[in-house]
């Protein structure tokens, strides 16, 4: 996959979809490729790496730790961004990004990620509806839960 | 040193100054003989008529008749004896000279050395108002014309003034009348000059304060270089100089008029005297009472008289010129030795029969000169290994108090008291031993990190305590010891060791070095310098051992790698084969050289390169690749402002070079020829090719077999260099240290594959096993340790010098340890590591630890709060955050307001209180005032129903309401919301459907903002946008976190 096939197919991202070609161009070309292999983590709950990675190839799983083990709380696949949190807050890794299968990720540095995102406004606001509808998503999870451990 | 200038020469050098004396003393007969010579001559040898001579000598007890002699001869031998007179009295003046020199260079040592000595005394406060550059300046500049002064203190005047006697006496001798004639203005000079002299000095002391005052300003300048830059107060601060300048030149200008109106008056009188000796003398010799010998003598002796005259008048000036120095030198290095008597019993040795030390201040108060209290009549008592922290604001006194425990700061009143000894008996040597200070004002020195770290080590010299190298003491290091002890000065061998061993509990040299890795492992900062020493380059000359011993390392490096299956993370270097992550311009090379010839740049022109190419048939394919190459940066990157941070990434483009480039790739679609460009233009464009890693910079240029063809060329190219060209290029060999690339490079042997998640942490981490397991790790710390540090530690980040610091504190094992707010750079997590660290290698050690608020509750066994210089509490661990108090019903029995009392002010302070909008600042939050509506809810009415789409946040400004939610049938109350509440934060940002609703139960006051008015804002305004970002996903990991809470249970 060269640089062009790997522009094909983040272009399609919401998030992107109001950012220049070019730069988002630049942005891929600046970045790091990786291949994963199967269970392999992206990066586990607590670390405080902070860049933010865009699925090429493969599918991810979103963990949780708990006292019982991981807890699988969302998928990602190809075309989708993951990691972005860390970026933003700044806080160590909220949950943990294991691959599934043989994957491949373009590797975002959290600062080149920003003054992308940042200095687009539309961008940086596609980034908060993103983030909001996930998290409302999750509250809504937190909300059925605490209602089903209320009834037990 | 503060009783005068005289009394100091007196005390430092009377016996050189009385061997000064004696040798002036012996010089004047010889002079006296060499002006009364010529006379003879004239008189007995020239004009003599009586030939021949009788030669007698006749001396108290003794004759000598040598016999008759004619006048040529006797001319001859009388010229010869003024000659050899002439010589013995250069020889005197030369011998005198170096002599006096000596001792004024000897005194000014032995004084320089005091001051310096005495500015180690200061106490700190002191520092607090005297400048760097003062001191400088004053130890540098001021000493030096005291040193010269030195010199002639008590010699000259007896000199000068022994041949002015001696002169004068000839000439009294000679007649008396002549003699009176010479020294007839003497007196009125005596008079005048000391007077005018005295406006000189005045001048002169303005000079040396204002001298002073500018190299203070100047040390200003350079300490606040920052400030300066970023307010750009060059001009002020230009303009500020040039008046201190103008200053001092006007002064000097003073000076200039008065001191040659001094010499002018000197010069005119001197000039007075021969009018007499003409008057007189003539007169004298033509009544025949003089012969014309004695006055050609006399003249000639006269001209002999004005020099010493002239000297001793400037020594009068210099006196008192210097002894003005003295006093204002002396004056500002005054110490104050008010501190009592150490108590000797106290030594090292009783210190190190402690087990731990107790520390207790009783009623320490501490007075700044301005009368402040600092720290206000503090008690408190932190047993041995016990440790405590000093919890309060900047102005609380938590640094003077911790300052007051390391003894580095004495209370005005109270005391403090080391294992119930006074601190202050306590003598300074023992109480280094026991007591590290880390502050954030700490320092660490231009040198390297290895002798940083070993300062806290150094504070006598070791007696042959681990080697037994006796020093063959050549005679130039005896002159050396002697010269010193003359001066005042350390005697101490120049090659003494000075690092007490003992202190750190190390053995030997060896032992030492593992104690430094562990003070740096204990400050997490081991790891730093071992990945630094792995980044330096080292010669097989200078380490012929350690490189020996990578070699292997590079062996065993390769043994694990395949044995832990993760070839797939590093791809060796092998002769035979292409090296993806390597650049083509490696590939090529297949080796490292730091000559222009073989850099990047040097190989795209070099002659047998483009000869082989072309032979190769490569030539033309590269050239295309360099051009599309070319065209992508220039599509890519031509638009960004230079300085942008991709260009950083994008490590072979230069921001600079992109025009150039699109002039060149112009240029090339006309001729469709690299060949045909100039040098410089072929150099740029061909130089984009030879940087690239096909594996990092995924251009997909080499697609058939352009890798084979490259690989014949790197054996052409380096089978058909001549010697000369080889011997530059350092080829890469398996079984060979490679001096030109980096230690680490070296045991790789390979480039760390791009595009291989965490490979360089693993490949690190291997590399740190293979050190261990060859006992490596110490040589290659050593290597770390020797980086230099900069001046005050400028060439490492702040957060490093605050480690080092702090290992540099722990390196001795003291018995306390004070961290004045000295980790300040590093994050809370890093520190609860390092604390941990300390309480685990140095148990018994006691830790006065200054912070903002009480952290690493687990640690500490108090926490003392102080507040204005005064202990406000004490507690025995620090508590957890306490939860903020609950908000106090206040609506009960009073109506509501309505909404349009709601006034922009207290719009802003509501909406300030919103999470969502905490980072925004006051204009922001205005223009979020502006946007929002002021509404009046009637009891009973909806604020928002359930399933429907949010559109708007509500801020309830007064009155109740209640959050139902419908559960099949019937609804629900889940909460109830009142003063200050808001509901639907997030609907501003997704159109989410309701979860629940919203019903006031009395009438209310609300606050509403608009989820389009908001987003059109967002649009609008970046910055506003960013900073809710950040909010948003801190509630996302807090939702995070509950939600794994709540799966625990």
């Known amino acids: 996959m060269s640089i062009e096939d790997e522009y094909e197919l983040l272009s399609r991202l919401e998030l992107f979809e109001s950012l220049d070609a070019i730069q988002l161009k630049r942005l891929i070309f600046v970045s790091q490729r990786y291949q994963i292999q199967p269970g392999e983590y992206l990066f586990k709950q607590g670390d405080t790496t902070d860049n933010v990675f865009g699925i090429l190839d493969g599918e991810f799983s979103v963990l949780l730790n708990s006292p019982n083990g991981e807890i699988h709380i969302a998928q990602h696949g190809s075309g989708e961004l993951v990691g972005e949190m860390a970026v933003i807050s700044g806080e160590p890794r909220a949950a943990s990004v294991r691959a599934n299968c043989a994957c491949e990720v373009i590797d975002f540095e959290s600062e080149l990620f920003i003054s992308t995102v940042i200095n687009d406004p539309r961008t940086a606001f596609n980034m908060m509806k993103l983030l909001s509808a996930r998290l409302v998503k999750l509250d809504k999870k937190l909300e059925q839960l605490s209602a089903e451990q209320f009834r037990n | ?1049």
């Open chain 2, 1 to 1049: 040193m503060d009783n005068g200038l005289f009394a100091y020469i007196l005390k430092h050098s009377k016996r050189q100054q009385i061997i000064l004396m004696l040798l002036t003393v012996l010089s004047f007969p010889f002079y006296y003989l060499s002006l009364d010579l010529p006379k003879t001559i004239i008189n007995d040898a020239i004009s003599g008529t009586d030939f021949p001579v009788n030669l007698s000598f006749e001396l108290p007890g003794f004759s000598a008749n040598v016999g008759y002699i004619e006048q040529v001869p006797y001319l001859l031998l009388l010229c010869f004896v003024f000659l050899f007179l002439v010589l013995i009295n250069s020889g005197f003046k030369l011998f005198i000279n170096i002599y006096r020199g000596m001792l004024g260079e000897r005194m000014l040592r032995r004084m320089r050395l005091q001051l310096i000595e005495r500015i180690m005394k200061f106490p700190l406060a002191r520092f607090r108002n005297t400048s760097q550059g003062e001191l400088v300046s004053m130890v540098n500049q001021e000493t030096e014309p005291l040193g010269g002064f030195i010199g002639d203190s008590i010699s000259l005047p007896l000199y000068q003034g022994g041949l002015l006697l001696t002169i004068v006496v000839f000439m009294f001798v000679q007649d008396w009348k002549m003699g009176l004639a010479a020294i007839a203005l003497y007196p009125v000079q005596a008079w005048l000059i000391p007077k005018l002299q005295r406006q000189v000095n005045l001048l002169n002391r303005q000079r040396t304060l204002r001298i002073r005052n500018l190299a203070e300003n100047l040390g200003e300048v350079v300490a606040g270089i920052n400030e300066i830059h970023i307010n750009d107060n060059s001009g002020f601060f230009r303009d500020y100089f040039s008046k201190l300048l103008g200053g001092i030149f006007n002064i000097r200008v003073q000076i200039y008029k008065k001191k040659f109106f001094i010499k002018f008056l000197n010069n005119s009188i001197a000039q007075l005297t021969p009018f007499f000796f003409f008057l007189i003398g003539g007169l004298l010799v033509i009544r025949g009472d003089l012969s014309i010998g004695a006055l050609v003598a006399v003249l000639a002796a006269y001209k002999d008289l004005s020099p010493p005259w002239k000297e001793l008048l400037s020594w009068y000036q210099g006196q008192a010129d210097s002894r003005m120095r003295f006093s204002v030198l002396v004056d500002q290095f005054h110490v104050d030795n008010e501190s009592p008597p150490s108590q000797e019993s106290l030594t090292q040795q009783w210190l190190e029969e402690l087990p731990d030390l107790s520390m207790t201040a009783s009623n320490a108060t501490l007075l700044r000169h301005d009368g402040i209290r600092e720290v206000d009549n503090v008690s408190l008592t932190v047993s041995g290994g016990d440790w405590i922290s000093l919890v309060g604001k900047g102005a609380s006194g938590k640094s003077a108090l911790a300052q007051m425990f390391a003894g580095l700061v004495s209370p005005t009143t109270g005391k403090i008291l080391m294992a119930d000894q006074d601190i202050s008996h306590i003598p300074k040597m023992t109480k280094g031993r026991g007591v590290s200070y880390v502050g954030h004002d700490s320092y660490l020195f231009a040198t390297s990190i290895r002798d940083n770290l070993l300062i806290s080590l150094k504070f006598r010299p070791q007696e042959n305590l681990l080697t037994d190298t006796l020093h063959d003491e050549s005679i130039q290091f005896k002159n050396w010891r002697e010269e010193a002890r003359l001066s005042g000065n350390s005697d101490v061998d120049l090659s003494a060791n000075w690092i007490d061993h003992q202190s750190a509990g190390a053995a030997d040299e060896n032992e030492l070095v593992a104690r430094m890795g562990t003070a740096l492992r204990v400050v997490n900062a081991e790891d730093d310098l071992v990945r630094y020493a792995l980044a330096c380059t080292i010669s097989p000359d200078d380490y012929p051992e350690l490189t020996e011993r990578i070699i292997q390392a590079r062996a065993l490096f390769k043994e694990r790698i395949v044995s832990q299956g993760l070839e797939s993370i590093v791809e060796f270097l092998d002769p035979n084969q292409y090296n993806d992550n390597a650049s083509l311009a490696e590939n090529i090379l297949f080796g490292a050289s730091n000559h222009d010839m073989f850099s990047v740049d040097g190989l795209t022109e070099h002659p047998l390169l483009k000869t082989l190419l072309k032979e190769n048939k490569l030539a033309k394919t590269l050239d295309d690749a360099a051009i599309r190459t070319a065209k992508t940066m220039v599509e890519l990157f031509s638009d960004l402002p230079p300085g942008h941070e991709f260009f950083e990434r994008y490590s072979f483009v230069d921001a600079d070079d992109l025009p150039e480039l699109k002039r060149i790739l112009v240029l090339i679609d006309k001729t469709s020829s690299i060949e045909s460009l100039a040098v410089a233009e072929r150099k740029l464009i061909r130089s984009l090719l030879f940087r690239i890693i096909s594996g990092r910079h995924r251009l997909g240029l080499f697609q058939g077999n352009e890798k084979d063809l490259i690989l014949q060329l790197r054996h052409s190219f380096a089978s058909q260099l001549d010697v000369e060209a080889s011997n530059l290029i350092d080829f890469f060999s398996p079984d060979r240290f490679n001096a030109l690339t980096p230690i680490a490079e070296n045991i790789i042997f390979g480039r760390i594959v791009f595009g291989r998640m965490g490979a360089e942490d693993q490949v690190y981490r291997i590399i740190l096993e293979v050190l261990q397991s060859l006992d490596l790790m110490s040589p290659i710390l050593e290597i770390g340790l020797s980086a230099p540090t900069g001046l005050a530690g400028a060439l490492l980040p702040v957060s490093q010098r605050q480690k080092l610091l702090l290992a540099r504190g722990l390196l001795k094992r003291p018995k306390v340890l004070v961290v004045n707010e000295g980790l300040s750079a590093l994050d809370s997590h890093e520190i609860d590591l390092i604390l941990s660290g300390i309480k685990q290698e140095y148990p018994r050690l006691s830790l006065f630890w200054v912070d903002s608020q009480a952290r690493f509750p687990t640690h500490f066994d108090q926490v003392a709060y102080l507040q204005a210089g005064k202990l406000v509490k004490i507690e025995a661990s620090v508590p957890q955050n306490t939860d903020s108090e609950k908000t106090q019903d206040t609506t009960a029995g009073r109506s509501v307001r309505s909404a349009s009392s709601v006034n922009e002010d207290e719009k802003i302070t509501l909406l300030r209180k919103i999470p969502l909008f905490r980072f925004l600042d006051d204009p922001q939050l205005m223009l979020l005032a502006m946007n929002c509506d002021a509404l009046n809810i009637a009891q009973g009415e909806r604020l928002v129903n359930q399933n429907e789409p949010g559109d708007a946040l509500y801020i309830i400004v007064d009155g109740k309401a209640t959050v139902l939610i419908a559960n099949g049938v019937s609804e629900e109350e889940v909460g109830q919301c009142s003063i200050n509440d808001v509901i639907g934060e997030l609907a501003l940002l997704s159109d989410e459907p309701r979860f629940a609703s919203v019903q006031a139960t009395t009438n209310m006051a609300v606050l509403r903002l608009r989820r389009e008015v908001f987003i059109d804002m967002l649009q609008s305004n970046g910055e506003i946008g960013y900073q809710i970002l950040q909010v948003v996903v801190n509630r996302f990991s807090e939702t995070n976190r509950n939600l794994a809470n709540i799966t625990r249970s």
